[in-house]
Every structure is written in structure tokens, then in C-alpha cells.
């Protein structure tokens, strides 16, 4: 069982590490007036939080005078290489991508490097020895996120508590980075274990079809902690369907904080949300701006988020922009 939550989590403060190399783009700014044209290879359309993201971009592109080339790389990484090679054809001036895995584009970004024209990483980041193919990276500390989902399940967890983890899609960053700051807290309290753990690849029916299963294989379920709320909100379906009430009878804690998330946070069937910014996209425009013109820029950029309770889901519903 679960104790009353009795205190507020902290936000996370933006931070900027070590300035990264100095030096412009070599492609094309443009026909017309020097207009910086960029390249976005976007993951999909896979979640609320995605959608959001996408919209940021592209709103804040057209508010930036950048002209936005977009592709939709539906959870393919051939198709965000492809994407990307594309964009090297076209000779943009800056290209943006948040990688669906971590691993597997030194090839290509190799390719942009020598093409001169920078890269920076959004929302994800890549596993690769070569920090100076990509500019610097924009996006959220998915570790901390592990980490305060798992504070908080210690600071209310009451004797032994068995945990099934929705996992995002595998060999993406948050999905790596969520588990291994989650297990970091968890790993004060031996009282919780983790029964059961799969990918629900981040959507919303990938979390009801794993929470079904894990349902049927799982004789005690106490909590769900689910990667990102889409999965979540899976969760809380098949959880009703099998008789049992999402936020009592289990506890449901995910990562996100997205309209559809924070309004089963305020009815009490989410327990705790880690916020994920997902309006990276002003952000990302003036990053543009200064790498194109060959201005240093931090090697990480952290976004500024936070944590919510019930009250304070239904006190932040009414202003919340996505």
C-alpha cells in the first residue's frame, strides 16, 4: 500500500554544460535574403507528448523566419537516415532530429560533417564516441525523470510492492535512461521489486496490450510505472477491464504530463506524473540561429520541468498547453 502524498516535488532548473567547438554551417541559407532552412527529422506521431512537440516546431519555425523542411519517420530509424540524406542532397543549413535509437548514426552524421552543415539533437540523444558530429543537444535529463518517479514511489511505498514497468521502445534514450534512474532509487528500498517489465513502444495501445499480459502473468500487481503517459492511459483500460480500480486498486506512476495524462492524474486514476517538456521548439530556433552562425553554443541544453500531484495536476489543467 501506499502512504498519503505529503510533499511537493522540486523542478528541475536549466542547466548548460561545457561550450562545444566553434564554426558555421556550409549549406545553403537560403535563396532569398540569407532565410535559414532546416532540416527536422522527426521520430512519428507515436504519443500526445510527440504530437505537441511536432506542433512546437513547426509554430515557432514559421515565428523564427526558418523554413522548415519536415519528415515523419513513423518509428523507423531507416527512415530518419534516409530523411537526413535527403536534407544533405537539398544542402539545408542546420538539420535536427530526435534519433528513434540511440545507436547507429555515426555514418550519416559523418556525412553532414563533412557537408559542413551542423546538427543538433533534440529531445533524444545518440550513443556515440564522436561528440563533434552534432553541435550540441537539446532536450530533457530522462535519468532524473527515472529517478523522481522513483523517489516517489519510495518516499510512499508501505511494505513489500511489486512494480510492472511499460517501457518505451527499446533502444530509444528514454527508455534506457527512465529504467536505469528508476532501478537507481528503488534499489534503496528492497521491499520493491520489479516483477515485470516490457516495451509498449511508447503508445497507447502498446500499453494496454502489455498491461493485459502482465495482468494475466502477474499474480500481485501493486504499481504500474509506465515510461510515458500514452502507455499509462493503456494501462488504466485494461486495468478497468479487469475489474480493478486504476489508482487504487494500483497505483499508476508515468513520465509526460500531457493533457490526457494530467486529467487522469486530477481524477485520481494516475497517482504521480514527471513532467517532459515536449515545447522544445523556440529552443531549437534560436540554437539554429547560432550554429548556422558559427557561435558557440552549449554542448547540452536541459529543459525546465517539474513534478505533479493530483492538486497540483488540477490546479495546472486550465493554463496547460499541451
Same mark, same amino acid.
Given at each position: ?87 544533405? *542532397? ?6 535536427? #532530429? ?31 564516441? =564522436? ?23 519510495? $518516499? ?45 513502444? #511508447?503508445?497507447?495501445?502498446? +500499453? ?5 499480459? #502482465? ?6 500487481? =501493486? ?33 509526460? $504530463? ?9 481524477? +485520481?486514476?494516475?497517482? #504521480? ?36 500531484? *493530483? ?7 486550465? *493554463?496547460?498547453?499541451?
Amino acid at each position: 500500500m501506499l502512504k498519503k502524498i505529503t510533499t511537493v516535488a522540486s523542478v528541475v532548473l536549466l542547466s548548460a554544460l561545457t561550450a562545444c567547438g566553434s564554426g558555421g554551417g556550409g549549406g545553403d541559407t537560403g535563396s532569398s535574403g540569407g532565410t535559414i532552412t532546416m532540416g527536422f527529422a522527426q521520430v512519428g506521431a507515436e504519443s500526445g507528448w510527440r504530437t505537441a512537440n511536432t506542433k512546437s516546431i513547426q509554430d515557432e519555425a514559421k515565428t523564427a523566419g526558418i523554413e522548415l523542411k519536415f519528415s515523419d519517420a513513423q518509428q523507423k530509424q531507416e527512415n530518419q537516415i534516409k530523411a537526413i540524406r535527403s536534407y544533405i *542532397q537539398q544542402k539545408v543549413s542546420v538539420i535536427a #532530429f530526435s534519433p528513434v535509437v540511440e545507436t547507429g548514426w555515426d555514418t550519416v552524421l559523418l556525412e553532414a560533417k563533412r557537408a559542413n552543415i551542423p546538427v543538433i539533437l533534440t529531445d533524444r540523444s545518440i550513443d556515440s564516441d =564522436d561528440t563533434s558530429l552534432y553541435k550540441t543537444f537539446l532536450g530533457s535529463d530522462f535519468v532524473e525523470e527515472g529517478r523522481k518517479a522513483g523517489d516517489w514511489l519510495v $518516499a510512499n511505498a508501505s511494505g513489500p510492492t511489486s512494480v510492472v514497468e511499460l517501457q518505451g521502445t527499446t533502444g530509444a534514450a528514454p527508455a534506457i535512461d527512465r529504467k536505469t534512474g528508476f532501478e537507481e532509487k528503488i534499489a534503496a528500498k528492497p521491499d520493491i521489486k520489479v516483477v515485470a517489465s516490457q516495451s509498449g513502444d #511508447f503508445t497507447r495501445s502498446g +500499453g494496454k496490450q502489455v498491461m493485459e499480459a #502482465f495482468l494475466k502473468s502477474q499474480p500481485k500487481i =501493486d504499481v504500474v510505472y509506465a515510461h510515458n503517459d500514452d502507455m499509462g492511459l493503456g494501462a488504466i483500460e485494461a486495468i478497468k477491464a479487469a475489474g480493478k480500480v486504476p489508482g487504487k486498486d494500483i497505483k499508476i506512476i508515468t513520465v509526460d $504530463a500531457v493533457k490526457d495524462g494530467m486529467q487522469a492524474l486530477a481524477n +485520481g486514476e494516475i497517482n #504521480f506524473i514527471v513532467e517532459c517538456n515536449p515545447l522544445l521548439g523556440k529552443q531549437l530556433m534560436d540554437l539554429a540561429k547560432k550554429v548556422v552562425a558559427g557561435e558557440q553554443v552549449p554542448e547540452r541544453v536541459v529543459t525546465v520541468e517539474g513534478t505533479f500531484t *493530483q492538486e497540483q495536476a488540477k490546479a495546472a489543467l486550465p *493554463q496547460r498547453q499541451y
